[in-house]
């Protein structure tokens, strides 16, 4: 027993040293983590180059694969005996320096960066002084693919409203990337922002209508427009446009008068509303009210329509309000609390107006304006303000309209004091004039101001236009553009007259430069819009171009091997994406398009994980099975010590 307990210790002992030597193996953790410090000394640098040899890096440009590491040696030796060695490492693509002043020991190994690299070296001589010596150099990778950064599977979006969802892609190549959406309109992408690797895009809309209603999928990609087959990245998203039940319109009537005998003695009127679900007044499906301060002198039908002729007695004047209401929606999305309305219940609008019944209609006053100077001079950029007063012998409260230069600028109801303000812009010079109109509907009264207006220059970005209001500002275009059209061929196009002579030659000249035979040289086109309407007579943002040269084949396909626009789409590389099959990812959990694994390596930015090599895993199963049998081996011992054990037990005579 005692002989075998020894043996058994060192079996035990031998396989707890493989299984520490298991697990403590570069098998299960191959890979390295190194650190990296950064010193603060402050030193004084003495140029010296030709005593510092610096052997690697070299000015030359070192080639890496996607997802390697930069890694470098830095050999180096000096002509005098060194106390110190220090490096710094300058990123000259951020303009920043990855670290400095680390101390080192020569022949280590170090991590460049991407692109261009400033590698000093500093030595310290025994005195005390530095020297130093610099070597610039490249890192050159392969181009990758951008990749999206998170969008939502389901964007909402409310009628009546304009879509605008931020979203980034990332490309490790620092490429300007090229945003689509497919199908385009209303629903486009704009590029609005770069910063280093990350380009910032939006999803945008112009006001979203009664048509956009629904939930519709679409593909949303970013492109680095490096060649025909590569590189880009897709996501499928559904949009959906939640429909609002929309308030009527009703346009006003102002005051209104009716004599009690003689012409103009009846009051006939069809109040003129506009629904975008259930139509004009004249059709009959909105609801009608009306009520007045006073007795009740007429009704109004579902049309719209009010039909009063007055009695004597019934002379004076009456504030009447008319309401309509419109109908619920049939259905209503589940989020359309997001919107406003928060509902899809029956809206309704109304509209104030007096009625004046009189034997005797006098015309209203103006009492009190101001300027009170009629006629007056003012720059271009100042504000003109006026007010007015006005007073109706028959106690009707007035329409009071602006005009500038005969254009109606500003319309108020049921008021007797009213203001304006105006600024004519710059640019504007000469004579103009301002005219208040007060009316009861029959008599008017007005008050004209003549302006001589002192001409100011714009400045380079102001658009000249006067505004009301005192209002603000300039309109800057916000371009977005439908998909190309289907190439058309040039010289048919040119032979119809389709194209003029000028255009004929000019995309002649750039399918020659481009390579394209005759035979084959066409052109497309697309329409253009600008989602903020600004109408600017000189653009502030230039138009993007409406024409471009193309290939042209008879029969343009997913399958004829050109990147080309067909039905009613356009290809994101060359016969995939738009109307064809998906393009390939590296985000589509397939390997293709080159990956060394499924979405990682080859054009991916993602770097494949590393396989245990064959030569470990044979030496990690021998090491196993060895493990294994030892195990055996001492269980077996372990039985029949204790099977020994009670046998002698057994066989001892009893004391």
Wanted: charged share 20%; aromatic share 10%; with cysteine.
């Amino acid at each position: 027993m005692k002989k075998d307990v020894p043996v058994i210790l060192l079996y035990g002992m031998t396989a707890f040293v493989i299984l520490v030597f298991l697990f403590a193996s570069d098998i299960f953790s191959p890979n390295k983590i190194t650190g990296k410090g950064i010193s603060g000394n402050l030193s004084i640098f003495v140029e010296d180059t030709s005593q510092i040899k610096i052997y690697s890096p070299l000015n030359i440009t070192y080639n890496f694969s996607v997802g390697e590491p930069y890694t470098l040696e830095l050999n180096v030796s000096a002509e005098f005996e060194v106390v110190e060695w220090n490096y710094s490492l300058y990123d000259l693509a951020d303009g920043d320096y990855v670290f400095s002043n680390l101390s080192f020991s020569p022949n280590i190994t170090f991590n460049a960066t991407r692109w261009g690299n400033r590698l000093t070296v500093f030595a310290q001589r025994d005195i005390g002084n530095w020297i130093s010596k610099e070597v610039v150099f490249y890192v050159s990778v392969p181009n990758s693919a951008p990749i999206l950064d998170y969008i939502d599977d389901k964007i909402l979006v409310c009628e009546g409203a304009h879509l605008l969802y931020n979203f980034n892609a990332s490309d490790i190549d620092r490429d300007i990337l090229i945003g689509d959406i497919s199908p385009k309109n209303p629903f486009f992408v704009i590029l609005i922002g770069k910063e280093k690797s990350i380009n910032k895009f939006a999803i945008v809309s112009g006001i979203l209508r009664k048509i956009h209603i629904g939930t519709r999928s679409y593909v949303v990609s970013v492109n680095d427009n490096y060649n025909s087959s590569c590189c880009v990245d897709t996501k499928n998203v559904n949009i959906t446009v939640i429909e609002i039940n929309n308030p009527p319109v009703m346009q006003g009537i102002g005051a209104q008068t009716v004599w009690t005998r003689g012409e103009n003695s009846t009051f006939y009127h069809q109040m003129s509303v506009n629904d975008v679900e259930d139509g004009n007044s004249s059709e009959g499906n909105l609801y009608f009210n009306i009520s007045f301060s006073e007795e009740n002198l007429f009704e109004i039908d579902n049309f719209g329509i009010m039909n009063y002729t007055p009695q004597s007695e019934q002379v004076g004047v009456y504030n009447v309000t008319v309401c309509v209401v419109d109908n619920p929606l049939e259905s209503t999305h589940e989020n359309i609390s997001l919107c406003y309305p928060k509902n899809g219940n029956p809206k309704s609008v109304c509209e104030d107006f007096s009625v004046t019944v009189t034997d005797e209609n006098r015309p209203p006053q103006i009492i009190n304006y101001t300027p009170v100077e009629e006629n007056f001079n003012l720059s271009g950029t100042d504000i003109a303000s006026f007010t007015v007063e006005v007073h109706d012998p028959d106690e009707t409260i007035p329409d009071i309209d602006w005009y500038v230069d005969g254009a109606l600028k500003k319309h108020t109801e049921m008021n007797y004091l009213d203001s304006f303000n105006y600024i004519f812009g710059c640019d504007v010079m000469g004579e103009h004039n301002v005219t208040i109109v007060a009316s009861d509907g029959l008599l008017s009264v007005s008050q004209m101001w003549n302006v001589t207006v002192e001409l100011v220059v714009c400045p380079p970005e102001e658009e000249p236009r006067g505004r009301g209001g005192g209002g603000g500002g300039y309109c800057i275009e916000k371009w977005v553009c439908d998909d190309w059209d289907i190439c058309q061929n040039l010289k048919r196009s040119f032979d119809i007259k389709v194209l003029s002579q000028k255009d004929y030659f000019y995309f002649t000249e750039i399918c020659s430069q481009k390579g394209i035979e005759k035979d084959s040289c066409g052109f497309q086109i697309r329409n253009c819009k600008d989602l903020n309407e600004c109408n600017n007579s000189v653009f502030k943002v230039a138009k993007p171009s409406e024409s471009q040269s193309c290939y042209f084949t008879e029969e343009p396909s997913c399958f004829d091997g050109i990147k080309n626009c067909h039905s009613r789409g356009c290809e994101l590389l060359i016969d995939c994406g738009g109307p064809c099959p998906p393009c390939p990812t590296c985000s589509d959990g397939i390997q293709n398009q080159g990956e060394a694994g499924i979405d990682c390596g080859g054009p991916c930015p993602f770097p494949c994980e590393e396989e245990i090599p064959l030569r470990k895993n044979l030496l990690f199963l021998i090491l196993l099975i060895l493990l294994i049998l030892i195990i055996i081996f001492i269980i077996i011992k372990l039985k029949n010590l204790i099977k020994g054990t009670s046998k002698r037990a057994k066989s001892k005579p009893p004391l």
